[in-house]
């Protein structure tokens, strides 16, 4: 049997009815439905209706955050030139779909030109320095001034950041010697510090080895002229009177300054008179010296074998 042509075109325009009807919102979206042009309503996430033939979808608008980045080139107030990113966070406010969507046409423009407003109204105050310092500041500035502006459109701005400040490249390079010469400044004082208290400490060890020197030497002929006095005691003792003891003593120094000169092998010692008179003088003193010294040999020998004598006696 034969299809009838009327029921094919009957199904496919209720089909097409039917396809028409129905339509799907994807979460965090709204849609907006006009009847022959003119606003009828907006539409939520889900499945919804809508009178085939008279009713269309005019558009949809997302309403998840959404972010811009405006690149903005200004000058500072020390005249240098540079390009800050702002970042802009914004989102379309659920109850004002409306006004997002018929009163503000190119919203990425509109933003933009009010962030190039904001940003060339601001840097132009501070130094280059202070805009790296204070760029929250500027974005603190951007967010207030689009929110006032952007909230009658239906758009609420969450967050403007400043993530980006680019400076001329010769600035740069001139920034990083700068640095660079103050770091090889704060190292140079750090090293002079250094060596002054190298050598404050140096000559503070120094003159403690002076000090314990001194006193070692004191020390040395305190004990030297104790034992002289101690020698001439007891030479006195024996009969020696003190110029005889002195005389023996200096002999005996004498002596043993060219034992020790003598030990060592290459040491030369030469003894010359000032004057044939102090030549002779000092030959006669030696003479002297070694008569006395003789003599007192003797008077040792003497004293101690009558020592003895007396010993046997008793």
């Given at each position: 049997m034969p299809i009838n042509p009327y029921y094919v075109v009957a199904g496919v325009l209720l089909l097409i009815i039917i396809l028409g009807t129905f339509f799907i919102?994807?979460?965090?979206?709204?849609?907006?439905?006009?009847?022959?042009?003119?606003?009828?309503?907006?539409?939520?996430?889900?499945?919804?209706?809508?009178?085939?033939?008279?009713?269309?979808?005019?558009?949809?608008?997302?309403?998840?955050?959404?972010?811009?980045?405006?690149?903005?080139?200004?000058?500072?107030?020390?005249?240098?030139f540079v390009r800050l990113k702002v970042s802009v966070q914004y989102k379309v406010i659920k109850d004002?779909?409306?006004?997002?969507?018929?009163?503000?046409?190119?919203?990425?423009?509109?933003?933009?030109?009010?962030?190039?407003?904001v940003?060339?109204?601001?840097?132009?105050?501070?130094?280059?320095?202070?805009v790296f310092v204070k760029k929250d500041d500027i974005a603190i500035a951007v967010k207030s001034e689009l929110n006032d502006a952007m909230i009658e459109y239906g758009y609420d701005i969450i967050k403007t950041l400043v993530t980006d400040i680019d400076p001329d490249a010769q600035v740069k390079a001139a920034m990083?010697?700068?640095n660079a010469a103050e770091r090889e400044k704060i190292a140079a004082q750090y090293e002079g510090d250094a060596q002054r208290i190298l050598i404050v400490e140096k000559a503070k060890?120094?003159?403690?080895?002076?000090?314990?020197?001194?006193?070692?030497?004191?020390?040395?002929?305190?004990?030297?002229?104790?034992?002289?006095?101690?020698?001439?005691?007891?030479?006195?003792?024996v009969g020696i009177n003190s110029q005889e003891?002195?005389?023996?003593?200096?002999?005996?120094?004498?002596?043993?300054?060219?034992?020790?000169?003598?030990?060592?092998?290459?040491?030369?010692?030469i003894l010359?008179?000032?004057s044939p008179q102090a030549g002779s003088d000092m030959l006669n003193n030696m003479v002297a010296s070694f008569t006395a010294s003789n003599q007192i040999g003797e008077a040792m020998k003497e004293a101690k074998r009558k020592k003895g004598e007396t010993d046997k006696d008793k």
């Open positions: 919102v994807k979460q965090q979206t709204a849609a907006i439905v006009e009847r022959f042009g003119r606003f009828q309503s907006i539409r939520q996430s889900g499945l919804q209706l809508k009178v085939p033939l008279m009713d269309r979808i005019a558009g949809k608008m997302s309403l998840k955050i959404q972010q811009l980045d405006v690149i903005v080139e200004t000058k500072t107030l020390d005249d240098v004002k779909v409306y006004e997002a969507f018929y009163k503000l046409d190119y919203p990425h423009d509109q933003i933009t030109s009010y962030v190039f407003d940003v060339r109204a601001e840097v132009p105050k501070m130094k280059l320095d202070d990083n010697r700068i060890a120094e003159a403690a080895s002076k000090r314990l020197q001194g006193q070692g030497i004191a020390d040395q002929r305190r004990e030297i002229a104790r034992g002289l006095e101690e020698s001439v005691e007891v030479l006195n003792k003891a002195s005389a023996l003593i200096v002999v005996t120094q004498h002596y043993d300054t060219l034992q020790s000169i003598g030990e060592e092998t290459n040491s030369n010692l010359l008179p000032n």
